[in-house]
């Protein structure tokens, strides 16, 4: 359960999609740390690293995120 109000979750999900390039409602793992960035959050590359359980860098090119699965990690 989030603590953003509906409000707030609907701005998040807006930016969110910028952050879309497939148009599949995912981001790239390695967008993760900017995305948060525009929440307005400033979480360094290592936390950001251990949000996503220490991906490799393959993974880090290779897996995405959808918005419901992001939205926790804030």
């Not at 900017?34 to 993974?59: Q, W």
Request: aromatic share 14%; charged share 30%; with cysteine.
């Amino acid at each position: 359960m989030s603590n953003f109000t509906d409000e707030q979750v609907n701005e998040f999900k807006d930016l969110f999609t910028l952050f879309d390039r497939s148009g599949e409602e995912k981001i790239a793992y390695h967008d993760v740390g900017e995305c948060m960035r525009a929440f307005g959050y400033t979480p360094t590359n290592e936390e950001v690293h251990k949000i996503l359980n220490s991906p490799s860098k393959d993974d880090m090119k290779s897996r995405f995120v959808t918005f419901n699965e992001f939205l926790p990690m804030l």
